[in-house]
Structures are given as C-alpha cells and as structure tokens.
C-alpha cells in the first residue's frame, strides 16, 4: 500500500488540466489510509482485508479515471508532439498502461507524415512563401526560400520521432515498423529535393563574386553617374547568411566575398553619398556660371574617372579613390557657394537697383527750356552714378 501511494504521489507534479481533481481523489485515499491505527500484521485483525479490498478498489478507479482523462485529450485535435508531451508527464505514474496511448500516438503519426507527403507533392513546385521572412528570400533566381521550405517540412516531420526514439524499444512492433519505414523514405525524398535546390544555389552564387570585378561607377545614358553594384552580390550575401545559420555550407569564393561584405557595403554607401552630394553640388549652380566653373567640375570629373574605368569592387584602393575625389569636390563646393553670394549679394542687387533708377525726370508744374532739362539730368544720372559705385 506504501509503495503503491508513493509511485502515484508524481500526480502532485503534473501540470495537464483534470489532474487537479484526481490528485483531491488520492490525497483522500492517503488520509483514509493514515488513518487506520491497527496492527495490519495482528492477523486476528480481520477488518484489514476489507480495508485493503477497499484500497484497492479506490486505486483502481483512481487509475481508470487517469485513462479516462487521457481519451478525453487524444479525442481532441492535438498534435503528435503535444500528445507525447501530455504522455511523459505520466511516465512515473505507476500502474496506468500506457502502450495503449503510445500506439494511438503510432497511428495518429503516421497519418501526419502521410499528410506531409501530400504537402510535398502538392507544393514541390511552387512552395508557398514563408511567414516572417526577408522580402528577398522570395526573388532569389536560386529559390533559397525553396529550402527553407523542405526544412520545415522535415523538422515538422522530425520532432515527434525525436520524442518517439526513447520509447522505441518499448513500442517494437508492426504498426512501428510500417512507421519507421515510411518515415525513412519521406525522409530520404524531402532530402533529395534539398540537395537538388542545394545545388542549384551554389552554382548561382558561384557567379556572384565575378560580379565584384565590375567598375565602381558607371555612366547612364543621360550622361549621370551611378554606383555599379550588382544586385546580385547583395542577394548572395543575404542568402549566403542564410545559409550559414541552417548550418548549410557555401562555396569558397562566396565565403572569401561574404568576409568582405562589411567592407562592399561601406563602399557602396560612401559611393553613393559621394554622387549625391556631385550631383546635389550640380543642381545647384546657376545656369549662367557654368562655364566659369567648369574647370572645377572638370577637376572632380578627373577624380572620378578611375571609378569608371580602372577600379573595381576587389581593389584595394577603392576607400582611397573616394577620399581622392573628396577634396577637388569640396572645392567645387566652396567656390561654388563664393560664386553664388557674390551673384547674388552684389551683382544681383546692383543689377536690381540700375534697374529700378530713373534716368530722366520730366517736370511735372512749370515748363522748363531744354538747356534747363539737360543739366538737371545730367546732375541726376551723376548723382544716382556716384551711389551705384559706392
């Protein structure tokens, strides 16, 4: 009696809603228990065998009504591995079978993975677009999202063999072996179709570092400049750390690019706010100072001339290119901005006031000869000359 209460005081520790009411129904036959004080071993005694007959009984209906709660969870729609969970926690619950719900669990199993299958068949080739996954995983032309997709599929397929394996000694039979070998050879189909797809992926990122022997710039055909990055070799390096944290190897030449990737980046956004500003420095000059300054726009167009001929993204001297272009650049700016304050501070406000000036002022009461006209303009324009120039 001791040892039986002892192997079922584990319902005190299980967590699964109804257990609650079981374990009030065992603590009730504990203290009905403890509260015999008779010798049991005193044989003249007889109320023990009646006590004992009732213990048994209430332990028996103890443990029919655990079977019971575990129908009522193995009626609902409950996955595998909810199932296996719900049924470690009464492992140590001794004296309730347990088989007859493993083997249930066997059945509703393969159900799953035959589902699984149909998945597979039905989406192979055109897998659905993941939840909670970059935009770019969707337009790679090497359909990465194509593994990752087989990936879930197989590790929903996995878990419950991974819970199922300690038990698998215990469960030895037909219905487990008709499991296991359909499990092996769905395993063996979504693994083929990663390799495949695997494959696939390598052979297009290959390429990728090629592109990194591009020029940095590149003239459009409005004559503007842009930065003359490749798409691609973002893409791969987004897909390559992917990857990586799937635990899949990537090429060598992708792994050499992916340790300069901080590097490209940095280029690319330096290259970029250089161009802007260029270009920003352009807009800004009035039409009519071009020429003027055209020898200082031709300097920055010199330094920018190893961008688009002679350097790529793989040289070493690609930072320095940038700080090169820098200086004739900020010249640009200062002598664009003293240009543009003198036109417009000086020359604009003169031009405003000449226009503004009154050159003849006709008498307006008394009529005056023309010598008296002449010298009274004349007097004015010297006037009006004098503030000008002043």
Same mark, same amino acid.
Request: charged share 20%.
């Given at each position: 009696m001791a040892s039986t209460l002892e192997n079922l005081s584990a319902l005190e520790h299980i967590k699964v809603e109804g257990v609650e009411k079981i374990y009030s129904n065992y603590q009730t036959?504990?203290?009905?228990?403890?509260?015999? $004080? /008779?010798?049991?071993? !005193?044989h003249r005694k007889l109320?023990?065998?009646?006590?004992? @007959? !009732?213990?048994?009984?209430?332990?028996? @209906?103890?443990i029919r009504s655990l079977e019971s709660l575990l129908?009522?969870?193995?009626?609902?729609?409950?996955?595998?591995?909810k199932l296996l969970?719900?049924?470690?926690?009464?492992?140590?619950?001794?004296?309730?079978?347990?088989?007859?719900? /493993?083997?249930?669990?066997?059945?509703? /199993?393969? =159900?799953?993975?035959e589902q699984i299958r149909k998945t597979y068949q039905r989406q192979r080739e055109d897998p659905p677009l993941g939840r909670n996954l970059p935009p770019f995983l969707f337009v790679s032309a090497a359909g990465l999202w194509r593994i990752l997709w087989c990936r879930q599929l197989f590790s929903k397929m996995e878990a419950p063999?991974?819970?199922?394996?300690? =038990?698998? !000694?215990?469960? =030895?039979?037909?219905?487990?072996? =008709?499991?296991?070998?359909? /499990?092996?050879?769905? $395993?063996?189909?979504?693994?083929?179709y990663e390799l495949l797809h695997l494959q696939h992926w390598n052979q297009a990122a290959e390429g990728a570092p090629v592109l990194l022997r591009?020029?940095?710039l590149v003239r459009l055909q409005n004559q503007d400049l842009s930065v003359n990055l490749s798409p691609g070799v973002l893409e791969v390096l987004e897909e390559a750390r992917w990857m990586k944290k799937m635990g899949l190897e990537v090429p060598t030449s992708v792994e050499k690019m992916s340790r300069r990737e901080s590097h490209i980046r940095a280029l690319k956004t330096r290259l970029l706010d250089l161009l802007q500003d260029f270009h920003s420095v352009l807009d800004q000059i009035p039409q009519a100072l071009v020429p003027l300054l055209q020898t200082f726009i031709s300097d920055v167009n010199s330094a920018l001339s190893p961008g688009l001929t002679t350097l790529t993204w793989s040289s070493l001297n690609a930072q320095a290119f940038v700080d090169s272009v820098q200086r004739p650049l900020l010249q640009l700016k200062q002598v664009c901005k003293s240009v543009s304050d003198i036109l417009d501070c000086r020359i604009g406000r003169l031009l405003q006031r000449i226009s503004s000036t009154v050159l003849l002022i006709l008498p307006e009461t008394n009529p005056v000869t023309p010598e008296e006209l002449l010298s009274s303009t004349e007097r004015e324009l010297n006037q009006t000359a004098a503030k000008l120039s002043w």
């Open positions: 036959i504990v203290s009905s228990t403890k509260s015999k $004080a /008779y010798d049991v071993l !005193d109320e023990f065998d009646s006590d004992f @007959s !009732d213990f048994q009984t209430q332990i028996q @209906s103890l129908d009522s969870w193995f009626e609902q729609a409950i996955s595998v591995v969970d719900l049924l470690s926690q009464f492992q140590s619950v001794s004296g309730l079978e347990l088989k007859p719900f /493993y083997l249930q669990i066997l059945q509703k /199993y393969h =159900r799953e993975l063999m991974l819970l199922l394996k300690p =038990r698998l !000694d215990f469960l =030895r039979g037909p219905e487990l072996s =008709r499991l296991v070998q359909f /499990y092996n050879r769905t $395993a063996v189909v979504l693994m083929q591009s020029s940095l």
